[in-house]
Nanobody, 122 residues
Framework: QVQLVESGGGLVQAGGSLRLSCAASGRTFSSYRMGWFRQTPGKEREFVAAISRNGQSTYYTDSVKGRFTISRDNAKNTVYLQMNSLKPEDTAVYYC???????????????WGQGTQVTVSS
């Protein structure tokens, strides 16, 4: 079992940057692939990025490629999402999640954080 807590959300102007963090409890963090998702009211939860157990492989949805970077520090049990060149359409609640599988669908992730709000003003 792993518990996840996100932080780092907030209000930023378009073109700005934010860095989200997700701290995991437990000693099995490095055994999980980690992902970031986002959700806006009335829409389904959307895949944003994922990272392999050792951090050497990363995956992104097309709309964030070149702007967002996912990374992890297994010694600190933390996964990050660096978000640059933010756009108003990036506004959402961002969630981190953990899975044993190579996956981009929310249903394949077993553990979720509570979410952190990101608001990008135009």
């Amino acid at each position: 079992q792993v518990q996840l807590v996100e932080s780092g959300g907030g209000l930023v102007q378009a073109g700005g940057s934010l860095r989200l963090s997700c701290a995991a409890s437990g000693r099995t963090f490095s055994s999980y692939r980690m992902g970031w998702f986002r959700q806006t009211p009335g829409k389904e939860r959307e895949f944003v990025a994922a990272i392999s157990r050792n951090g050497q492989s990363t995956y992104y949805t097309d709309s964030v490629k070149g702007r967002f970077t996912i990374s992890r520090d297994n010694a600190k049990n933390t996964v990050y999402l660096q978000m640059n060149s933010l756009k108003p359409e990036d506004t959402a609640v961002y969630y981190c999640a953990a899975t044993y599988n190579r996956a981009t669908m929310p249903r394949d992730y077993n553990h979720w954080g509570q979410g952190t709000q990101v608001t990008v003003s135009s």
